[in-house]
């Protein structure tokens, strides 16, 4: 199951004239601030530890001077660490001479900037061929794939313009389109939406996932807004000052923050739609496994509750009220449970963003059932969970 | 010295003493001028060759095919038919005036100077962008080079390598190849970070980088410093005349020294003229190999 792909462990990154004779007083504990004062060098990143496995989205979430830049450009090493090792599939980058860097640049790792990065003196297709072009890959080939790409990012037919020609948004997608066309299995992607305006970086973000469902790919994304962390991250990494404050799910960072720093941080987000039903819901408090009314009725009372789910060896039937099952075994309690006996709702699946489900779960006065694809019951949603993970600020 | 005091008279050295050092430096460089002068003079041999070389040609052609080749070099340059015109009209101009072989004769050593000026100042400035403390190193031989009177080094080039069309050449490169060097490190330096940082991420060498990144966005600043360069050599023509260097040069030092004040205003004007010509060709064709940089005028 884990196959991890990068781990870094004891990153420290010292910016200044001697970084290592002071990295003594960094392990010594000395902080931030008293180190920038006492020896005039800042603190970039301290005692990093990461693991990043195959095929997952991995956020690096940080405001500006958290280091996630940094880090970033640790990954390709065009930052070298002061101390620490990063492996990439095994192999410790850290130890590649030049030659082989460039190999393991060229072949493993593409990379998106803020900024864009592009060449302005060259057109959107041997920007997008540049990766190619680096590696001599001959003309025809690397035109030809590099047309695909853009096609692949909604492009064609820019081919032959500047960067200068393009908004800040077709500006990124040649970005995304570069990176993608060196079939690196490793993408970096630094900051990547952050300089386009709300509508397109929300495209930007719809067209990543999109891809990333084709294509697999293990990205390392970065960013400062947090909505778009939980909205593409399969796990994030809160930096603070260069420190890793919490690593996890979406769903754990917002539910169980583990500073009052990131208990601030996620404070603001809209959790309606950061959280899906599945983070959510509680198992289901009532089962019922009855063939008929009478049976079911009997069960509905072992569990104390005004309601129940039937469930049979194919799965989830349908909800069940004691009120209708009392009102059903006055006339014939020996009688099969069927559909006229089930209460008129639908089940809710477990990925729904919470935010489209709210309606049917406040409208309803019973939990509602959540049922996987396969037809599996896999628990309840109550109005008052929902009401208690939206409203209630979260405890410490 | 016991009756001056040193707080009124500054406490120089004897004259004895400096008369000394002069001659011991004198001596030495004279020394190592006869010592090598000869090795120094085959070295620049090739060079001088070709400056001979393509002097002959733009004297031998006829008048009407060098015309044709500086128009039509011109159009190509600036895709400017106005341009070519006023170039065609200035240069027949000149001829009318008689000043045709001296203008060819000028236009063969700044086209030498110029290359030489390219060839060994970009290689310079490179070195210089790469490294902060090349730079630290060059930047006040560049000002010395720049500020120095040109008279002065004028002074060892001449005791090393003689009267002649080297010594000229070697003295107008030291006066304009600082501007080439300078710029070309400029604009290395300037080269966006982030397009750097892109291209070391997909893996370009450091020579990769160089050739695909740094000189081509350096470019706009590098034909501007050979811009300057070219122009500047123009200005030292007259001083260059001074140690034997043939062109338009010479008319003007004769006519300083014979109060000709007329054959000194034409000869004048004929540089002035191919200073615009080089400047407008250099910088149209500087401006139409940017095309990327697209349409920047504003209302």
């Known amino acids: 199951m884990s196959d991890p792909v990068i781990e870094i462990s004891g990153l420290y990154k010292v910016f200044g004239n001697t970084p290592k004779a002071v990295m003594p007083q960094v392990h010594a504990g000395k902080t931030k601030d008293d180190l920038l004062a006492e020896t005039g060098h800042t603190l970039g990143l301290k005692d990093i530890n990461l693991t990043i496995e195959r095929g997952e989205v991995f956020v690096i979430m940080g405001l500006s001077g958290s280091g996630k830049s940094t880090l970033i450009r640790h990954f390709n090493r065009l930052i070298d660490p002061t101390e620490g090792s990063i492996q990439v599939e095994g192999v410790d980058i850290m130890d590649l001479p030049q030659k082989q860097l460039e190999q393991f640049r060229r072949h493993k790792m593409s990379m998106v900037f803020q900024r864009f990065g592009l060449m302005p003196h060259r057109s959107v297709l041997e920007n997008v061929a540049y990766g190619l072009r680096v590696q001599k890959v001959d003309k025809a080939t690397r035109q030809q794939k590099a047309k695909d790409w853009l096609a692949t990012v909604g492009l064609s037919g820019y081919e032959d313009q500047y960067p200068s020609q393009l908004s800040g948004g077709q500006q990124q997608r040649v970005g995304l389109a570069r990176a993608l066309c060196t079939d690196a299995e490793i993408l970096l992607m630094d900051e990547a939406f952050s300089a386009l305006d709300p509508l397109i970086r929300s495209e930007m973000q719809d067209q990543l996932i999109e891809l990333q469902e084709k294509l697999h790919k293990t990205i390392i994304f970065i960013t400062h807004d947090l909505d778009e962390a939980l909205r593409l991250g399969d796990r994030i990494a809160i930096l603070k000052d260069g420190e890793l404050v919490q690593q996890g799910t979406p769903a754990e960072i917002l539910l169980n923050p583990a500073t009052p720093y990131v208990e601030a941080f996620v404070k603001d987000v809209n959790r309606a739609r950061a959280l899906t039903v599945e983070t959510v819901m509680k198992p289901a408090s009532c089962r019922i496994s009855a063939e008929t009314i009478g049976e079911a009725l009997a069960q509905m009372k072992r569990c104390n509750g005004a309601f129940g789910y039937a469930v049979n060896k194919n799965g989830y039937q349908g909800v069940l009220l004691k009120e209708t099952l009392e009102d059903a075994a006055k006339d014939k309690p020996e009688g099969a449970l069927n559909a006229d006996i089930y209460e008129d709702v639908s089940a809710l699946s477990p990925d729904s963003v919470l935010e489209t489900v709210i309606p049917d779960t406040i409208e309803t006065d019973f939990p509602l059932p959540v049922v996987t694809k396969d037809g599996d019951l896999q628990g309840q949603l109550s109005r008052a969970s929902v009401a208690e993970v939206l409203g209630n600020p979260v405890k410490n | ?299």
């Not at chain 2, 604009?187 to 695909?212: H, N, P």
């Not at chain 2, 000189?215 to 005349?241: C, E, F, K, Y």
């Open chain 2, 1 to 299: 010295m016991a009756e001056h005091s040193w707080l009124t008279d500054f406490p120089a050295m004897d004259r004895s003493d400096l008369v000394a050092i002069r001659k011991t430096l004198d001596g030495a460089y004279r020394n190592f001028s006869r010592e090598y002068g000869d090795m120094i003079e085959g070295f620049f041999d090739p060079l001088l060759s070709f400056l001979i070389w393509f002097e002959k040609l733009l004297l031998a052609s006829p008048w009407w095919a060098v015309l044709l080749v500086i128009t039509a070099l011109v159009y190509l340059a600036t895709r400017s038919a106005l341009m070519s015109g006023a170039t065609v009209i200035a240069f027949l101009l000149i001829g009318y005036f008689g000043m045709w072989d001296n203008t060819m004769r000028t236009m063969s050593i700044i086209l030498v100077c110029t290359l030489v000026s390219i060839g060994v100042g970009i290689p310079i400035g490179i070195a210089m962008a790469r490294s902060d403390r090349v730079q630290a190193i060059m930047t006040p031989i560049l000002d010395i080079m720049q500020t120095m009177p040109a008279f002065v080094y004028l002074i060892p080039v001449v005791m090393l390598l003689g009267i002649g069309k080297i010594p000229g050449v070697i003295a107008v490169v030291i006066y304009a190849i600082p501007p080439v060097i300078r710029l070309t490190n400029l604009g290395i330096r300037l080269v966006d970070k982030e397009v750097m940082e892109a291209a070391t991420a997909y893996g370009a060498s450091a020579f990769q980088r160089l050739y695909q990144v740094q000189l081509p966005l350096a470019l706009p600043t590098i034909m501007a410093g050979i811009n300057q360069t070219i122009m500047m050599s123009l200005a030292m023509v007259v001083i260059a005349s001074m140690i034997g260097v043939k062109g338009l040069g010479q008319p003007v030092l004769k006519s300083i020294t014979n109060q000709y004040f007329t054959m000194g205003l034409l000869n004048g004007l004929a540089i002035v003229v191919l200073a615009i010509i080089f400047d407008r060709v250099s910088q149209a064709y500087a401006k139409r190999t940017q095309k990327h940089l697209g349409d920047n005028s504003h209302v």
